[in-house]
């Protein structure tokens, strides 16, 4: 019986795809741009239902989401051709390539310090926030990156160093950079980074339920986390970058950003504790002015606020004259009331009350 089953081959290697670039009806439909997207979408997500979560308006993020995405995308390709302007700019080259960001390339510093900025701006024209979105958005930020990375496999770029392990990446020849072309597989790190992330959501969102995270904290866990990791893979690529002091630039980026993060945890934690409530106000949809609004004035007026129009006097005092009363306080001095006190009830009084 045995014989008759087919064996099954499991190549020791990770195949590449046979193709990243589909065409419908004449335009083609590139895997890199669906990824991206893809991260874009489930990104929003995740933060949209944290957010939601808090008490925030999934409208109010919305709008500022429509600032921040076009700010990332557009600010991690300029990182990318400022850190690595000798592939467009020079000898040989063609700038106009700098557009084609199909052809991939998009630094993660880039995405993230623009869209964080459209972010800010969104934010204070709402006067929502801003570190409280940071936050809500953090474990989507690297749910983005997940999903993002594998635009990579599809492009057969920013791989690592050659490997004869079971995971191997393959490589065609023609993506194969020089000094490389008698080695067929090599580390996935576009693989090792989207897992590494996966730890990252986990962390973010498990910290995140033994403690307030608050004040921008999630998101500073989220880039101290992400830097750690970023340090291990990025000195596995072979990729050609610019590099400093010996160690490639995103090394010694991932190192800054660590630290500054960690140290911004330690100050938020010890000076910022608690969270910000977000369930009223203009992060949960209400109007700016009804929300600084003092709690007194909406309530009416109090019984310190003194009679109004309709109020009774109960003093066995008859008011005479021509004394106005106003919704705030009567004004003697409008008119002098003279007041006819019952004999029974000993001297005269004034009808006037505070």
């Not at 419908?24 to 590139?30: A, D, Q, S």
């Not at 429509?66 to 302007?85: E, K, N, Q």
């Not at 700098?98 to 964080?116: M, N, S």
């Amino acid at each position: 019986m045995s014989s008759l089953i087919p064996a099954v081959i499991v190549p020791a290697f990770i195949p590449s795809p046979s193709q990243g670039v589909w065409h419908v009806l004449g335009l083609p439909i590139r895997a890199y741009a669906l990824c991206i997207l893809a991260g874009i979408f489930a990104g929003y997500w995740l933060g949209r239902h944290r957010w939601v979560a808090r008490g925030g308006s999934p409208t109010v993020l919305a709008d500022i989401m429509f600032w921040a995405i076009p700010f990332g995308l557009v600010g991690s390709r300029i990182y990318h051709v400022i850190t690595d302007a000798e592939l467009y700019f020079g000898e040989g080259r063609h700038p106009i390539d700098a557009l084609k960001i199909w052809h991939g390339g998009l630094g993660i510093w880039g995405a993230v310090g623009f869209g964080a900025l459209g972010a800010w701006i969104a934010c204070r024209r709402a006067k929502v926030p801003f570190l409280a979105v940071a936050d809500a958005m953090a474990p989507g930020i690297a749910l983005a990156q997940v999903l993002g990375r594998f635009g990579n496999y599809f492009n057969q770029e920013l791989f690592g160093k050659p490997t004869n392990r079971p995971w191997g990446l393959e490589i065609d020849p023609a993506h194969r950079p020089e000094g490389y072309a008698d080695f067929a597989t090599f580390h996935p790190t576009f693989l090792y980074e989207a897992i590494w992330n996966l730890g990252v959501i986990a962390l973010v969102i498990l910290v995140g339920r033994r403690v307030k995270l608050g004040h921008g904290r999630a998101f500073a866990l989220y880039v101290a986390g992400y830097t750690a990791g970023r340090v291990w893979i990025e000195d596995l690529r072979i990729d050609t970058v610019n590099h400093f002091l010996g160690l490639r630039l995103n090394v010694w980026t991932s190192l800054v950003l660590f630290v500054l993060a960690v140290v911004y945890l330690i100050l938020s934690f010890r000076y910022r504790p608690g969270i910000e409530d977000i369930s009223t106000g203009p992060a949960a949809g209400q109007p700016y002015a009804e929300a600084d609004k003092p709690a007194d004035d909406a309530a009416g007026p109090t019984d310190d606020a003194g009679p109004t129009d309709d109020a009774e006097l109960t003093d066995d005092a008859e008011l005479t004259g021509d004394a106005e009363l106003t919704g705030d306080a009567r004004k003697p001095e409008a008119a002098k009331p003279t007041v006819e006190a019952n004999s029974t009830n000993g001297p005269e009084t004034d009808g006037s009350r505070d």
